[in-house]
């Protein structure tokens, strides 16, 4: 408030006492955009860890399978189809991030309050501030058992690739001819006519591009091997690991599973 029945130096001096911050300004409560901010940032977090979860899902379904949830011996996928191994735990997690997302709303709704204050923030506070803080905790533990366990299928992501018939290269074909002197536009022709008929006809793309007498022209054939090699997208992989992981590794805080 105003301080008008108490002088600054005590809340000064309490809040050292218990290692806080005075707030800067107040009415008869602290400003309740700071529970907001909080809550959001719970939010967030949840949104980080159901975008994974989203991920998982995806690559469990029968048509995809690059990766998957681990399926302990006896587990039960389905309740009607017994061959099912649903991904019940990245479900779970997708779930609850919509529920701290709602608490974040709540916790936005409240910092407007009437006068100095009103206490419909506090009804809603008593169920979103510890509830919000549990829910992300059990996230995060199960998050990380996910990675822990997550069941990777390296062979099925390369017969996913190959099943596009060569047709994830256009991209790095196009940039090749570029920088070889095409015109984006000459080249962005040149390279689709050929992929459209691999869509359409069926085929090989590397093998239709190794035909192509334009794109000969300007590209030899071991500069077309050289675009159609899944090495040039991996090159810089371990750079991207040892950002993140050395990071990981600095930082004070780590998750308890």
């Excluded at 800067?24 to 529970?35: A, F, G, H, K, L």
């Excluded at 469990?60 to 099912?84: I, N, W």
């Excluded at 793309?205 to 022209?217: E, K």
């Amino acid at each position: 408030g105003a301080f008008a029945h108490l002088d600054p130096i005590v809340e000064e001096k309490v809040c050292e006492r218990l290692g806080l911050n005075p707030a800067p300004v107040s009415t008869q409560v602290i400003q309740r955009d700071n529970y907001a901010e909080y809550l959001c940032t719970l939010a967030v977090v949840a949104a980080s860890i159901e975008k994974f979860a989203l991920q998982v899902r995806h690559w469990q379904r029968t048509e995809v399978r690059e990766a998957e949830e681990k399926f302990k011996q006896g587990q039960k996928g389905s309740s009607a189809m017994p061959h099912k191994r649903n991904p019940i735990l990245s479900e779970r997690l997708c779930g609850m991030a919509r529920l701290l997302r709602g608490y974040a709303v709540a916790g936005l709704e409240s910092v407007a309050l009437w006068h100095e204050r009103d206490i419909s923030h506090s009804s809603a506070e008593r169920v979103t501030l510890p509830d919000a803080s549990i829910a992300l905790d059990y996230m995060l533990a199960k998050a990380a058992s996910l990675l822990e366990t997550l069941v990777v299928y390296p062979a099925r992501m390369l017969e996913n690739l190959n099943a596009t018939r060569g047709l994830v290269f256009s991209g790095q074909l196009l940039l090749a001819l570029t920088q070889a002197g095409i015109a984006r536009e000459q080249a962005y022709e040149w390279v689709q006519r050929n992929a459209m008929k691999t869509w359409d006809e069926g085929g090989d793309f590397r093998t239709r591009v190794l035909a192509d007498a334009d794109i000969n022209r300007h590209l030899t054939r071991e500069a077309v091997e050289h675009v159609f090699a899944l090495d040039t997208y991996l090159r810089n992989v371990d750079a991207v690991f040892a950002r993140v992981f050395d990071g990981v590794q600095s930082s004070k805080f780590k998750v308890q599973s």
